[in-house]
């Protein structure tokens, strides 16, 4: 059984940043994908970075572009999001997903296994 577990989140100031720490085990061999998600009080869930585990190809949201970095360490089963220069507007509780196969690499309805989620709270 597939399990992923957020770690990382916490209050930070604008402009501060913070790193986030997925582990995952019992995934499929073969697995396509891990990508960040977020979601806002209110607001849908959110497709943040997505990386293919095969070729490393990445996608980010433009929302996060040149502030967030996602990275997989396959040696330790864990996948990261580093996010620099945070702002208020980044405030929601952040999970990561993966996802056995191809297509729209940030569409949450097309990933399979979810963690937990960790809380993101920028604030001043």
């Known amino acids: 059984q597939v399990q992923l577990v957020e770690s990382g989140g916490g209050l930070v100031q604008p402009g501060g940043s913070l790193r986030l720490s997925c582990a995952a085990s019992g995934f499929p061999q073969g697995y396509y994908g891990i990508g960040w998600f977020r979601q806002a009080p209110g607001k849908e869930r959110e497709g943040v970075a997505c990386i293919v585990r095969h070729d490393g190809y990445i996608t980010y949201a433009n929302s996060v572009k040149g502030r967030f970095t996602i990275s997989l360490d396959n040696a330790a089963n864990t996948v990261y999001l580093q996010m620099d220069s945070l702002n208020p507007e980044d405030t929601a509780v952040y999970y990561c997903?993966?996802?056995?196969?191809?297509?729209?690499?940030?569409?949450?309805?097309?990933?399979?296994?979810w963690g937990q989620g960790t809380q993101v709270t920028v604030s001043s």
């Open positions: 997903a993966m996802r056995e196969y191809s297509g729209m690499l940030l569409r949450a309805a097309e990933f399979q296994h």
